[in-house]
């Protein structure tokens, strides 16, 4: 774990969310390319903390925090982190799964479109990003976000092989 932390510079980050998982509230999942660390991402099993994503989609789990190494981008490790979210989901039973991005983020909404994402309808939403302080405390600074959903095929229903496929992804625990 502490690669990566080291990686992607949030020591307090991987902490919270690998307490999260020890308390079965969600899964971390953690990607390596040609043995480094290069993505990560954590699916949220809680209810949302954003009111409207709460009242309007109960119950749906939320992929969040997806993040890819710079120099390890365009080579599939999105890709293959949201497939394995996704399939943990399905094996699970669930059929449906939600997530925010940024208005800003274009790249990132190319990509949730690309994987059959869709605009839930209901408008932007205000999230909060948590930026951990110098001093050990944390900001709350808000960001207007998309919100897309996505439904789940059946578990019985093999996902479409992909080139991603090869990119190595697994969730801790």
């Known amino acids: 774990m502490e690669s990566f932390a080291a990686t992607f510079g949030d020591h307090g980050y991987f902490t919270d969310r690998l ?5 079965g509230r969600g899964v971390l999942f953690l990607a390596w390319l040609d043995y480094r660390p290069a993505g990560t991402v954590y699916l949220w099993l809680e209810e949302a903390e954003e009111r409207p994503i709460r009242e309007q989609l109960p119950g749906v789990a939320l992929l969040t925090h997806l993040q890819v190494h710079d120099e390890l981008r365009n080579r599939g490790v999105g890709q293959a982190l949201v497939a394995a979210v996704e399939r943990r989901l399905a094996e699970a039973g669930r059929d449906r799964v939600a997530l925010a991005v940024l208005t800003d983020n274009l790249d990132a909404a190319r990509l949730y479109h690309r994987l059959g994402y869709r605009d839930w309808s209901h408008g932007e939403v205000i999230c909060y990003a948590q930026r951990r302080l110098s001093g050990g405390g944390i900001l709350e600074e808000p960001e207007r976000c998309h919100v897309l959903t996505k439904d789940l095929p059946s578990p019985s ?10 990119v190595g992804a697994s969730s801790q625990g």
Request: glycine share 0%; no cysteine.
């Open 19 to 23: 307490a999260r998982q020890q308390n």
């Open 157 to 166: 229903a093999p996902p479409p092989r992909t080139e991603s496929s090869a």
